[in-house]
T-cell receptor, first 111, second 114 residues
Framework: EDKVVQSPLSLVVHEGDTVTLNCSYE??????LLWYKQEKKAPTFLFML????IEKKSGRLSSILDKKELFSILNITATQTGDSAVYLC???????????FGTGTRLTIIP | EPEVTQTPSHQVTQMGQEVILRCVPI?????FYWYRQILGQKVEFLVS????????KSEIFDDQFSVERPDGSNFTLKIRSTKLEDSAMYFC????????????FGSGTQLSVL
């Protein structure tokens, strides 16, 4: 069974700090890894990663994938209160059509 | 930016009743999905739908569940006889990119079964 594990489960930091969120996975035939931000309801898309070592960047957020060690990290620099959310990691494999999600990391930014 | 819309945002029902959750996927998308999230738990896959038929479903998606695309815009999830354990946030999602591509999620329907 596909498995996605995120750490830490929760994180509280002060505004301006940099955070690193971790996602490790075990899937039978990896296709892609996706990061989502979930504030109140809908998960909103952040990044999709398919290749190792290529950093994806969007403003203060960046993410990278290591397919050899089977993990990804999501970095947020100069955090703001608006970054407070649950960050979800999910993977697709080639064998099926479902996204397998981790439990998420709840990030709280203190002003 | 186009978005997936879901109605209602909240639905309260009695155990044993039928409910229909409605979704309008992004207009040029071809692949549609339902996921659910029980409070405090992971987001879980229910079903995928392409070319007017179910392409994959999970063990959760038993005979009490069905999906339909009754016209060119709506995508519905029906639960025939709700159980207490069906209480969850139900998310609709769509993509135009096929399997493995980014999914766009709706804001969800919170279903409470009493």
């Amino acid at each position: 069974e596909d498995k996605v594990v995120q750490s830490p489960l929760s994180l509280v930091v002060h505004e301006g700090d940099t955070v690193t969120l971790n996602c490790s996975y075990e899937v039978t035939n990896f296709r892609s890894l996706l990061w989502y931000k979930q504030e109140k309801k809908a998960p909103t898309f952040l990044f999709m990663l398919t290749s190792s070592g290529i950093e994806k960047k969007s403003g203060r957020l960046s993410s990278i994938l290591d397919k050899k060690e089977l993990f990804s990290i999501l970095n947020i620099t100069a955090t703001q209160t608006g970054d407070s959310a649950v960050y979800l990691c999910a993977v697709f494999n080639f064998g099926n059509e479902k996204l397998t999600f981790g439990t998420g990391t709840r990030l709280t930014i203190i002003p | 930016e186009p978005e997936v819309t879901q109605t209602p945002s909240h639905q309260v029902t009695q155990m044993g009743q039928e409910v229909i959750l409605r979704c309008v996927p992004i207009s040029n998308h071809l692949y549609f999905y339902w996921y659910r999230q029980i409070l405090g738990q992971k987001v879980e896959f229910l079903v995928s739908f392409y070319n007017n038929e179910i392409s994959e479903k999970s063990e959760i998606f038993d005979d009490q569940f069905s999906v339909e695309r009754p016209d060119g815009s709506n995508f519905t999830l029906k639960i025939r006889s709700t159980k207490l354990e069906d209480s969850a946030m139900y998310f609709c999602a769509s993509t135009n990119g096929g399997v493995g591509e980014k999914l766009f999620f709706g804001s969800g329907t919170q279903l409470s079964v009493l």
